[in-house]
């Protein structure tokens, strides 16, 4: 029985949930959206939430704290510049998980983990690239019918010809 038991363990030792835990809050806190498995995202996001939490604060002692946890500056230093300036007044909730279905290789159930104030960044990528779909489109399209205009032109031309014989 699991009654009361906290945690996931995802099928790893205690050092590589946590190294995996902060390679994943890593990445999300960079790119601002990840897509992962359904029980990674649940894991990752309570603890990327406890260190925005922390980050709030934002003194020495809350920089050293996030600090031992991300291992890379750049991240951090956008987390302090960027994101807590963004989301400071915000109760809680940073996170947003959306569930997309089962992978194919292995049927492991998938979902997207998004920093809930950034989602403009994902849809202006997504507006970029409908943009570039309607541009090809309509370049096929434009194709399609001039081949069809000078297929139209062929067959017009050949009875003609035959016609004054």
Do not use: C, W
């Not at 995202?41 to 934002?58: Q, S, Y």
């Not at 998004?114 to 989602?119: P, R, S």
């Amino acid at each position: 029985m699991r009654h009361r038991v906290k945690g996931r363990k995802l099928g790893r030792t205690a050092s590589h949930r946590k190294a995996t835990l902060t390679l994943l809050a890593t990445s999300l806190l960079k790119h601002k959206r990840i897509k992962t498995t359904l029980a990674k995202a649940k894991e990752t996001r309570g603890f990327v939430e406890k260190l925005i939490t922390k980050a709030k604060k934002d003194d020495l002692h809350a920089k050293k704290m996030v600090m031992d946890v991300i291992k890379d500056k750049e991240t951090v230093k956008e987390l302090f510049t960027d994101i807590i300036p963004k989301i400071g007044d915000r109760p809680g909730g940073y996170t947003r998980v959306i569930k997309l279905g089962n992978r194919l290789g292995d049927a492991a159930s998938m979902a997207i983990i998004e920093l809930v104030d950034y989602n403009d960044i994902a849809t202006a990528r997504e507006e970029e690239r409908k943009e570039v779909r309607e541009v090809k489109a309509k370049e096929k399209k434009e194709a399609e019918a001039q081949q069809e205009a000078e297929e139209a032109q062929f067959v017009e031309e050949a009875p003609a010809e035959e016609e004054k014989k």
